[in-house]
């Protein structure tokens, strides 16, 4: 055996099929105990949705009940406290390996534990980051699989290396501890580097939405600790464009208690980056923290190349209090699809003394029935730059709160007009609430499917396309959103080839839901989705009954858009295991669509993943 189990007192159970959950299962709610036997085993199937333009196929309705739905749920955020020590060769479960299939690794990151051995069960998004990776290797046609905590600061405190017990000490920004110390417990920017994942300069690095990301050894997925990329860069501040200092006063005063009293780092890192690859360039975007509690926001874009030195920096400030966690970019803008949040006062009570998730201090600002799209100019010194004041936003005439982009291009016309496309998923405001992000109960600390599953078109994660028209001197002419090929149904994760980033795409890929399950009709996902955006067609790969999916990552492998592999993890809760699952994107809408389905040992079932990474071995595609 290869996988060494952390030391753990009441060390983890591999539990029977259908039976109640794990130790370190996340917890059922109350009135749960156990999931409904069941008699006869689900069939391992794949559904198969015929191409629909207008009204998707309305699949079999599944005869579902609370407990099994409860159940099915949480196995999703099942702690996992094992590591492995060497790399694990996986088995082929069904299908084979393609023989073209590129060598190189599949990275995917996301919280790993939820629950510490004093009481304390935390959101999914304070869990330590878990990181996971599949190589590949072409000679031998082998998957092997590894599995590491990174050492965050955080995590090196909270667990326990001789006993191998863990103990939730930092609050965490959407937490409560149990059994921590709550008022006068400053250590709330808790670092768990567990949202997505970069191969860049031969770097690997695994990034939160608050801090430093964590560099890690891509051989042994060892840590080697932060990578600074937010303060000390070595290019001056030239192209810095201000706004304005009215809240100047008022940061200069927050900024001793939120750097020296609560620890935060000066600059937020968002974990979401974008890669230019027709100029070989990282974007990553920063903001100040003490932001996040003014009416004011601050960007910062930088832009390195492929050996990691900074060419580009630009800072932007917009007086409009703003969140964003994904963002978009085009051959002339950086575009802020901005969110708009307010300071909840009786929130920050509550969050400051302990007795709420500091998330609590921020709630979302529905006052305007319309949504701010910043286009902020990437090249400031040319000319076209400076033909429109960047600090006034165009208006999306919907109320949409922006989660993923999927891609941004644009279109220049012959008369000098430019046409800039977004595709991306979104959510309304009036569902959107900090403290309740998957279902999450921090009073009980507890997951709750029901609010992951509210009714009502478009107020659930979907997916849309915003289409910008500018004329020549760079004044709006439209700004329009719709779904994207009209399809409606609760979606996330939109994905693209890589190699097509920042440039028109023909191919658009998410997970979505078909709506089987009566008690989970939106969520989790259970079906892959490829829309074809020219010809405003859609086709899915289903995996099947009590069958959930993660995001789809493109394997590129040709020069063609849809050349290539899909890999999503798979979740089958019926039968309590996880797997690699490899599709061929030009058959989906078909049978041939599953290519192969990788088996984890179950000793080694992982929670849900965040965002995963491709990264191709040198010398293949």
Known sequence: MQAKPIPNPSSYKIPPLIRPPPVHQASL????????????????????????????????????????????YNFLFMSQRSETTQPIKLHVLEGAIPTDFPSGAYYLTGPGIFKDDHGSTVHPLDGHGYLRAFTFDNATNEVKYMAKYIKTEAQVEEYDRKTGSWRFTHRGPFSVLKGGKKIGNTKVMKNVANTSVLMWGKKLLCMWEGGNPYEIESGTLDTIGKFNMVDGCDMDDHNVNHGGDVWEVAATLLKPILYGIFKMPPKRLLSHYKVDSSRSRLLTVSCNAEDMLLPRSSFTFTEYDNNFKLVEKQEFKIPDHLMIHDWAFTDTHYIVFANRIKLDVLGSMGAVCGASPMISALTVNPSKSTSPIYLLPRFPNKPESKKRDWRKPLEVPSQLWLLHVGNAFEVKQAHGNLEIQIQASACSYQWFNFRKLFGYNWQTQKLDPSIMNVKGENALPHLVQVSIKLDSDYNCQECDVKPINKWKKSADFPATNPSFSGKQNKYLYAATTLGSRKTLPSFPFDTIVKFDLVNNSVKAWTAGSRKFV????????????????????????????????????????????????????????????????????????
Not at 54 to 66: A, C, K, R
């Open 29 to 72: 709610p109350q009135t749960i105990t156990k999931p409904k036997p069941i008699s006869t085993p689900i069939p391992n199937t794949d559904v198969v949705v015929p191409d629909r333009v207008l009204q998707p196929v309305q699949p079999f309705i599944e005869h579902d009940d609370p407990v099994v739905a409860s159940w099915d």
């Open 550 to 621: 993660g995001e789809p990552i493109f394997v590129p492998k040709g020069e063609e858009e849809d050349d290539g592999y899909l890999l999503v993890v798979e979740y089958a809760t019926s039968m309590q295991r996880c797997c690699l699952v490899i599709l061929n994107p030009k058959e989906i809408g078909t049978k041939k669509a599953l290519v192969a389905r990788i088996e984890i040992p179950m000793h080694l079932n992982f929670p849900l993943g965040f965002h995963g990474l491709w990264a191709a071995t040198e010398g293949h595609i």
